[in-house]
């Protein structure tokens, strides 16, 4: 939703109500409440989020304004942020087009694709529910016995495909689904060993990497002339330490890189592959968590940039090699120590200096940053610099009341994601002109229901939407707080 033209709600040195500790006349007490005022607004939005939250007596008036236009109906249907209740409803009103689009939608629940497979579908809604997150395996298992081959690398392929799927999918299509097969995490070691077979290069590597691949097989693996064999057994997890020993020493550096990113791979196989003659190799090694002082201090005078970047983002790394770094000539490598969560304060203020506006931008995201510099970089002219100061708990408050008023959109954004900032920052950000940032700053708890009720009459829709979802969040919060 990027509607830069959209206007305001209210200039931006209107008062909108917000100031107010109390609450509105018009606004709402409780869910009920908010439910009723949803129905007898005839805003779509309104009566979409709030959904969820109606007592079923009272969803049909929400549904008669919600569901009146097909073109709405078609909307909710796609829409990743319509309610799972909401789609549940949809399910009911026996309409292909909508059909397909709740079998496409993940949030679809399983009471809805239920209902939709008892009524008999088309074949393409058939699959997408074979394929859909919330299918089990007995769905699958009828899916498959209805439809047939087709269906069978797409059921072989849901995360809920038990093993006796698996083997009846391999039994019916076996060329198409021995690749889901292979990736399976339900496969076990006879299954994959019979994928292996009759599979070409590409479903084999999958056999190779899987954690159920029999020994003989990643054996076979690793010694094929294959590079995307010997690729893949390296990064298996259950490789043995001899295997990856020999793999690292590969002549294809695609393959010594996949031996050195191994967890098990020896400590003196690493200091060997400091030297190694591809960079790609030596990038794999700088990321590693468990790099001894002595490669540490090899990878950090590399000449590839790339690895002295990786190096300057690893927490293994100490100050003093951190300070080398972060007079790096390259300004990537120079960032890298900056968004290290080790990186020493004296290096956070001297990053903070740094020529390059990314470089400093890394040391203006950090929660750590001591306030005095956080001060010095409110001057700085760079946007990037500038977001990261607003969404920064370590901003002072007028530092963000500055920043709130930044021509441009990314800054201003930033105090909604920050939760130090100050009621009266938040409540410009429901004025601002981008409607992105009235729907972010919706979701700050710093806000005041008559806040976020006021932004229920907001011109955008998904503004309002989102202010309405957020009253339901806050009401019900209430309630259960009165509960207990």
Known sequence: ???????????????????????????????????????????AYACLAVYPAAPVEARAGLET???????????????????ASVLDALSWLEDPAIDRRLAKHMATPVSALDRIEARGCEVMVSVLMAGHPASDSARLARLLEALGPPVAPVVAANPAADRGLLERCLEMNPKCSAGAVAMSRA???PLLARVWEHADAYV????????????????????SPLVLLRRKAAGNPGAPVAMLRRLSGDPEPVVRAAAVGHPMLEAAVLTQSCNDSEAMVRRRLAR????????????ALDADPWVRRWLGRNALVGPDWLARLARDPVMEVRRSVGRNRNCPEALQERLAEDAAAWVRAAIAFRTDLRRDIADRLAHDDSVDVLAGLARNP??????????????????????????????????RLLRDDYPFNRVA??????LEDSDVWSMTRDPEPQVRFTAWAAMVKRLRAEQDNQWQ
């Open 394 to 427: 370590v901003s002072a408050a007028a530092v963000l009341m500055g920043l709130v008023r930044h021509p441009h959109e990314d800054v201003r954004r930033g105090l909604a994601h920050n939760p130090a900032a100050p009621l009266e920052g938040l409540r």
């Open 65 to 83: 304004v919600m569901f009146a236009r097909r073109r709405d109906r078609l909307r909710w249907a796609a829409a990743p942020w319509t309610p």
């Open 204 to 223: 084999q590597a999958e056999v190779a990497r899987h954690p159920a691949c029999p020994p003989e097989l990643l054996k076979k693996a690793a010694m």
């Open 288 to 299: 590693r968590r468990d790099l001894g002082e002595g490669v540490i201090s090899r990878l």
């Open 187 to 189: 496969a076990d070691s």
């Open 1 to 43: 939703m990027r509607n830069v033209s959209a206007k305001p709600l209210m200039s931006p040195e209107s008062d909108n109500g917000c100031g107010s500790a109390g609450r509105n006349s018009d606004q709402p007490a409780s869910l009920p409440d908010l439910v009723a005022l949803a129905a007898a607004s005839g805003d």
């Open 441 to 446: 700053a919706l979701g700050h708890r710093a």
